[in-house]
């Protein structure tokens, strides 16, 4: 079984930056890849950017590509999203999940965790 929890969503203004968090509860992390999405209001859930079970391959959104950055400790089983420079049409809720290949599409994901709201103020 695959638990996830996410953290370190917050309010903060334009420009500024956060860092999310995505804690795993599995035996075998490094068995999984892991993405990150978001869903903003009345929009659909979006994929935003995905990591391979080793870290050496990572793929983004155009949106937040040379803004955002994934990475990962499989030593930690964790995975992070680094949000730079960031702007109000990034406020969304913020989902990791994981599966066992890299996919930009979330249906394609089996494991999701709860959410943590990022809002951007202008």
Not at 56 to 71: E, H, M, Q
Not at 93 to 117: F, L, M, P
């Given at each position: 079984?695959?638990?996830?929890?996410?953290?370190?969503?917050?309010?903060?203004?334009?420009?500024?930056?956060?860092r999310l968090?995505?804690?795993a509860?599995?035996r075998?992390f490094i068995?999984?890849?892991?993405?990150?999405?978001?869903?903003?209001?009345?929009?659909?859930r979006?994929?935003?950017?995905?990591?391979?079970?080793t870290?050496?391959?990572?793929?983004?959104?155009?949106s937040?590509?040379?803004?955002?950055?994934?990475?990962r400790d499989?030593a930690?089983?964790?995975?992070?999203?680094?949000?730079?420079?960031?702007?109000?049409?990034d406020?969304?809720v913020y989902y990791?999940?994981a599966?066992?290949?890299?996919s930009?599409i979330?249906?394609?994901?089996?494991?999701?965790g709860?959410?943590?709201?990022?809002?951007?103020s202008?």
């Amino acid at each position: 079984q695959v638990q996830l929890v996410e953290s370190g969503g917050g309010l903060v203004q334009a420009g500024g930056s956060l860092r999310l968090s995505c804690a795993a509860s599995v035996r075998i992390f490094i068995n999984y890849a892991m993405g990150w999405f978001r869903h903003a209001p009345w929009k659909e859930r979006a994929f935003v950017a995905a990591i391979s079970r080793t870290g050496l391959s990572t793929s983004y959104a155009d949106s937040v590509k040379g803004r955002f950055t994934i990475s990962r400790d499989n030593a930690k089983n964790t995975v992070y999203l680094q949000m730079n420079s960031l702007k109000p049409e990034d406020t969304a809720v913020y989902y990791c999940a994981a599966r066992q290949g890299v996919s930009k599409i979330a249906d394609n994901y089996e494991h999701w965790g709860q959410g943590t709201q990022v809002t951007v103020s202008s």
